[in-house]
């Protein structure tokens, strides 16, 4: 049930942004769900934390790079690393997946009652804590 619900929101989130006027790939939600909003992430922490391979990441990050939601800069700590960070094209658009997810929340708690809908934030809470290992980051 959390898969069906999992695909069922994140398909909501996406039509959201695309009727926002930021056109993309249900795809791309693996590498706006795990980028550092403030300060990138290198590609390799990105794969890892959307659970697919660095090249299949590398081929999502460059359809954003093309679409102008991405750049690639160097990692301050690692000068031979590189980071994906956000343009701002890039972060009005998560700031549009942000607003689509506030409404949808709403709706959850039309649906659920406020009580119900906390209780269920607490669970897919611990559900989380439990089974996320430690990640700073800094990736």
């Known amino acids: 049930m959390l898969g069906l619900a999992y695909m069922a929101l ?45 090249q299949a990441m590398g081929e999502l990050v460059d359809d954003l790079e093309r679409l102008g939601y991405l750049v690639r800069e160097p990692d301050p700590a690692d000068r031979r690393a590189k980071r994906i960070v956000l343009t701002e094209r890039g972060r009005a ?6 607003r689509t997810i506030e409404g949808m929340e709403s709706n959850l708690e039309s649906l659920l009652g406020g009580r119900r809908l906390a209780e269920l934030h607490e669970s897919l809470n611990r559900i989380v804590d439990a089974t ?3 990640d700073d980051g800094s990736g």
């Not at 791309?28 to 990105?46: C, K, N």
């Not at 658009?93 to 942000?98: S, T």
């Open 93 to 98: 658009c998560v700031a549009a997946a942000i």
């Open 132 to 134: 996320t290992p430690d």
């Open 10 to 54: 994140g398909r909501r989130i996406v039509d959201g942004v695309l009727a926002a006027g930021f056109p993309q790939r249900p795809a791309h939600s693996a590498v706006f769900a795990h980028i550092d909003i403030e300060h990138g992430t290198r590609l390799t922490t990105l794969a890892a934390r959307a659970n697919i391979t660095p």
